[in-house]
């Protein structure tokens, strides 16, 4: 799925469906995804946050950081325990205390 625009939040909710309803799902590689709309991120993620969730490893490469994604990894990252792996590598943000979100976790 790499450098995809997602701009409805149907894009989202399709994103969410896979990663619940594959077993076999392990990774998911949304490198230089742009989600466009910000409620498609939020309905993707709603599948992370599912108990029924079994990838281990996440990729979200050369995303845009907002409020709103740096609050949702932050709850990804504390309840989701299949989740392993986690790169964000090269993750933009116009402000530091969006991903300061994310890394509170760790502190």
Request: with cysteine.
């Amino acid at each position: 799925m790499q450098n995809t625009e997602f701009n409805e939040d149907y894009h989202g909710k399709t994103m969410a469906n896979c990663i619940l309803q594959s077993r076999a799902l392990k990774e998911l590689d949304l490198s230089y995804v742009t989600f466009e709309d910000p409620k498609s991120f939020y309905e993707m993620a709603n599948g992370l946050l599912n108990e029924r969730c079994r990838l281990a490893s996440l990729k979200l490469k050369g995303i845009q950081f907002g409020q709103l994604e740096g609050k949702v990894m932050q709850f990804i990252l504390m309840r989701n325990k299949s989740l392993q792996t986690l790169d964000l590598s090269q993750c933009s943000t116009d402000s530091p205390e969006n991903l300061e979100n994310v890394f509170c976790k760790f502190d």
